[in-house]
């Protein structure tokens, strides 16, 4: 509230009493500046006059102060501090039109702030939005055209029993026992006409189950692609906050 001149305006017009002829005001001792009107001290009517209309006088001057900084509005402190596209910002809910006691207001919600950048075409304005709060990728992703490269690996196969038709082709070597007999092997003979026959007389050996230790590495290959099946769930994009009432005045 801005001072009221003519409810302390007091002496401020030099006059001259007609009772004594003198001045309606005077200065005041220094006595009296120092320590005050004392017990049964007379007060001059000057010196009451004078205090009256420095104090007067020092109320206007700081008014007019006051007027030259700010224009002399109702408000003026707080107008001028948050002029129209002034941002408020608080930790409580009441509206800065309740609070301050002017504006309209524009309440800026579930957003960041970033600070204008003339070199980014994202920020090179005030008022642009943008962002999301998640992200997701999408499934079935492919990986086409690797270019040459290799797959390295070691593997073991264990306790697999070979069929007839998985056996490659080889051979197996059978000692002779001439014509003894019993155990395996084969027996030399001959027939009437002096061929030499020789008859098997053992089993070669069963397909019992066995393991095979492989170790080695898959050679490089040309080009190919890899396909990729599975989801891969939203991810925040939201950094450490703190959240406030925040408001843009538009008016």
Do not use: C
Request: aromatic letters at 6%; glycine letters at 10%.
């Amino acid at each position: 509230m801005a001072i009221n001149e003519e409810s302390v305006r007091w002496a401020s017009v030099p006059s001259i009493l007609p009772e004594d002829g003198l001045p309606n005001t005077s200065p005041r001792s220094t006595e009296f500046k120092n320590t005050g009107l004392q017990n049964n001290q007379p007060l001059p009517l000057q010196w009451l006059n004078g205090q009256f209309k420095d104090i007067y006088l020092a109320l206007k001057e700081a008014q007019s102060q006051i007027d030259s900084i700010v224009g002399g509005s109702s408000q003026p402190t707080l107008e001028s501090i948050y002029p129209v596209d002034a941002l408020y910002m608080s930790f409580n809910s009441t509206t800065p039109d309740v609070a301050l006691g002017f504006g309209t207001w524009v309440a800026i919600e579930g957003s960041f702030l970033v600070g204008v950048d003339s070199g980014d075409t994202d920020f090179d304005n005030p008022l642009e939005t943008g962002g999301t709060k998640s992200h997701t990728h999408t499934n079935n992703l492919v990986l086409a055209d690797a270019g040459g490269h290799t797959h390295t690996d070691t593997f073991d196969v264990d306790g697999h029993q070979l069929s007839v038709s998985q056996l490659p082709a080889h051979t197996h070597s059978i000692p002779s026992r001439g014509n003894s007999s019993g155990g395996n092997g084969y027996v030399e003979d001959a027939d009437s006409t002096g061929t030499v026959r020789a008859t098997n007389t053992g089993s070669v050996g069963s397909g019992e189950a066995h393991t095979h230790n492989l170790s080695g590495s898959i050679s490089t290959v040309g080009n190919h692609n890899h396909t990729i099946t599975g989801g891969i769930q939203s991810t925040s994009n939201l950094p450490p906050y703190t959240s406030i009432f925040m408001y843009r005045r538009t008016a």
